[in-house]
């Protein structure tokens, strides 16, 4: 019999991406959106630049007034165990080795009226020796092009360039910088409308986006999580003032399969959890 996850990791080298149905079951849904109200409310911790709770807010207010919560998993349990969840961890062992390890953690609230992200490669932001960065994206609502699901081009990945980036005016798209200057048109975007519950897993070069989410109420959270191989260093931040750039390797990270490698060096507990400035406030230039 055909191992499924084959025809998964077939479709993620070919295209740069492929959807997990269902990889979660509705309860396990239903329990993450409660925590990202626990997150929002600061019941978990605090988070930079979180605005202040309202007494009396309802839980659906609460987390409207957020578009991003960078390293959730930091604040809570049960997103870290997310982070390790068997049906996407499985599936990435396929896609990027049997040794894999985290180094992020993002959570999209995104409601009606909220930006979407211009076209980018994740790669850009956080750089990988072996180009072997995947994102996990977990739907915790349904998403789809009205409430602002992600649009890819397909095989954009293959080339493994990283194309140049800029500021951007556009009140689409939040504050983060826009990709240009690829050989890939927009009318071979398409939409990825996934259920919730659902994973998108893609490559850390494929050029993807989003839109504002359109509809008159409601959400697209979305919970997302980035990989890559233990075996390969990261050069995520500058290293020591003794470290050459050549040997940087960022240890704020989580193994979620296999083993590590450089585990010798330990681990360091850098980031801190922000929210995602969205233009409600103008970008910082």
Not at 147 to 152: F, S, T
Not at 218 to 225: C, D, K, S
Request: proline residues 8%.
């Amino acid at each position: 019999m055909t191992d499924p996850t084959d025809d998964i990791a077939a479709r993620f080298h070919r295209d740069g991406y492929a959807v997990l149905p269902g990889a979660l079951a509705p309860a396990e849904v239903a329990e993450l959106r409660a925590e990202t109200v626990r997150i929002c409310r600061g019941e978990r911790g605090f988070v930079e630049g979180a605005p202040p709770p309202v007494a009396g807010e309802s839980d659906d207010d609460t987390v409207r007034r957020f578009l991003c919560v960078h390293y959730p998993h930091k604040l809570s349990a049960l997103m870290l165990a997310t982070m390790r969840h068997p049906a996407v961890v499985t599936p990435l062992t396929r896609v990027i080795g049997p040794d894999v390890k985290a180094m992020q953690s993002m959570l999209f609230v995104k409601s009606e009226g909220r930006p979407g992200q211009a076209w980018h490669q994740d790669e850009m932001f956080i750089p990988t020796r072996d180009r072997s960065l995947t994102a996990a994206w977990l739907a915790l609502d349904d998403a789809t092009v009205d409430n602002g699901c992600l649009w890819v081009l397909p095989g954009s990945h293959r080339r493994g360039v990283i194309y140049p980036n800029r500021r951007h005016d556009d009140a689409r798209y939040d504050c983060t910088v826009e990709s240009y200057d690829f050989p890939y048109e927009e009318a071979d975007a398409l939409p990825v409308e996934i259920a919730a519950g659902s994973v998108l897993l893609f490559n850390g070069y494929l050029l993807h986006k989003s839109l504002p989410n359109t509809g008159r109420r409601g959400f697209r959270r979305a919970l997302v999580n980035h990989y890559m191989s233990a075996s390969s260093l990261l050069p995520w931040a500058l290293p020591e003032t003794d470290t050459p750039m050549a040997q940087a390797d960022f240890r704020d990270i989580v193994l979620v399969a296999g083993r590590d490698p450089y585990a010798y060096k330990g681990t360091t507990d850098i980031r801190t959890p922000r929210v995602r400035r969205d233009r409600s406030g103008g970008c910082d230039r």
